[in-house]
């Protein structure tokens, strides 16, 4: 991750705007398929062909030794879950992460889906993850701080009773994937690295409903809660503008499949 941040131009930041609403067409794409009995590996399937039918190429793949286009997380699973032959089942959750590289620049952005029927207090999990994630892109404004979005997050996480995960955070996003300045989950107001208008951050809540703590697997990946609770997981790539900033990926592709198949969303 390079030091010093980096200021978008406006040509540069259409750019992002592009790649980041391919990545939300490509989750609206894994929307269309989210149901219990599908496999993460055909998930995964799915995403590559529709970003390479669209120009663009996985963002992920390859990057870090990363094997997929997808990172999907079931469950107790946090983030960087690596797609597989397990089907999905009635009352999962499932984060998909998903990140494209088109025109030279990148863009992220994750959702976590329900499959078939969830419990409750899951459901709950996920609509806070959500609400954490539209309180830190509110902090996301020039001349605050990243401590403004990461206190932000953790209070309304931590009023839930939820654990904020430390070792994961969000970043600048640019020509790479993961660019300065990181952008923690958790934090005091007015600390932190200043933001100027034209940085554009991938703001990413990783909340867990139990504890903090995590572990990964032997996979050398999949990051897991330590308590084996579930772990939600909402990801938008924004630009930091005066007085509010622009969300350049969105969710709404996504939510119109999920509203047309009747499923559950946060
Ligand atoms: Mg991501
Ligand atoms: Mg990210």
């Not at 709404?252 to 009747?262: A, S």
């Amino acid at each position: 991750m390079g030091k010093s941040v980096i200021i978008l131009s406006e040509d540069e930041i259409a750019l992002v705007r592009e790649s980041s609403l391919l990545v939300g067409r490509t989750l609206a794409e894994v929307a269309r398929h989210i149901a219990p009995g599908i496999t993460t590996d055909k998930l995964d399937a799915l995403a590559e062909e529709f970003i390479r039918d669209h120009g663009a190429v996985p963002g992920f793949k390859g990057l870090y030794g990363c094997p997929s286009t997808l990172l999907t997380s079931v469950n107790e699973q946090v983030v960087h879950g690596l797609p597989g032959k397990v089907p999905l089942k009635d009352g999962d959750i499932v984060s998909v992460d998903c990140g494209v590289l088109m025109n030279e620049f990148y863009g992220d952005s994750a959702y976590t889906f329900c499959v078939g029927e969830v419990a409750p207090e899951t459901l709950r999990l996920l609509t806070v993850t959500q609400e954490c994630l539209a309180l830190g892109i509110a902090q996301a404004a020039a001349n605050n701080r990243t401590g403004d979005i990461g206190s932000a997050i953790q209070q309304h996480a931590e009023s839930c009773g939820y654990g904020v995960v430390r070792e994961l955070v969000g970043h600048g996003v640019g020509r790479k994937l993961h660019e300065a300045p990181e952008v923690p989950n958790y934090g005091r107001r007015g600390h932190g690295v200043r933001l100027h208008e034209g940085m554009a951050l991938a703001i990413e809540p990783m909340i867990n409903m139990g504890v903090k703590e995590v572990k990964q697997l032997k996979d050398g990946w999949t990051v897991v809660s330590r308590d084996g609770k579930p772990s939600a997981h909402f990801e938008h790539t924004i630009v930091v503008r005066q007085g509010k900033a622009e969300v350049l990926s969105t969710f709404q592709y996504i939510e119109e499949v999920l509203e047309k198949r009747g499923i559950t969303t946060a």
